[in-house]
Every structure is written in C-alpha cells, then in structure tokens.
Nanobody
C-alpha cells in the first residue's frame, strides 16, 4: 500500500502560481503511476495530469496545457504539480492518486484506474 498526502493549495489571485506536492509513504514510490485529479462543486472529477512510473510519459487535459507541469522525484517519494497562470476555472479540490501494477511507461487518465488517493488540497483562484 501507499499513503498519499497533498499540500501546497491555497488562495491565489488570477494569473498567479501554486505548486502542489504529494508526499507518498509505504511501498516503493517508483512502482506507481501517478495522477492529479480535481473536482469542483457540482462538477465531475477530471484528470488534470498524469505521469508514468519513470516520468517519461505525461498527460495534460487541454485546459491546462502550457500552464501546468507534472513531475515526480522517485528518490524523494514525491509528486508535484506546478500551476502557472491560474484562473478562476482552476478552482477545485486537487487530489493525487497512485496506480499499482503497471509498466514503467504507462500513465492513466481515469479515476477508476487508480488504487490509492490522498485527501486533497483546495485551490481557490480569485478574479
């Protein structure tokens, strides 16, 4: 198993930046494909970004391409999401998720494909 704890959320003005972190404990972090999801009130959960075990295969939803960057540090058991040029539509709870039993290069876009979840961190962007 792996335990996930997100941090780095907060209140920021439009155009600002935040860096989310996800600290993992438990089994070897490099055994998991990882993802960042978000959910706003009244909206469905969506995959914002995903990354393979080796970090070489990444995904971004269209609305964040060019603004967000996902990365991982397997030596530090950490996942990151650098978020720039934030806008009010980015306001949501952000969750990191881990998927076990996968190849080194796969990444996953659907919540049902993930086995472990953090409790989330709130990001609020004011206009």
């Amino acid at each position: 198993q792996v335990q996930l704890v997100e941090s780095g959320g907060g209140l920021v003005q439009a155009g600002g930046s935040l860096r989310l972190s996800c600290a993992a404990s438990g089994r070897a972090f490099d055994m998991y494909a990882m993802g960042w999801f978000r959910q706003a009130p009244g909206k469905e959960r969506e995959c914002v970004s995903a990354i393979s075990r080796n970090g070489g295969n990444t995904y971004y939803t269209n609305s964040v391409k060019g603004r967000f960057t996902i990365s991982r540090d397997n030596a530090k058991n950490a996942l990151y999401l650098q978020m720039n040029s934030l806008n009010p539509e980015d306001t949501a709870g952000y969750y990191c998720a881990a998927r076990a039993r996968t190849s080194v290069t796969n990444r996953f876009l659907q919540g049902k494909d993930y086995h472990y979840w953090g409790l989330g961190t709130q990001v609020t962007v004011s206009s």
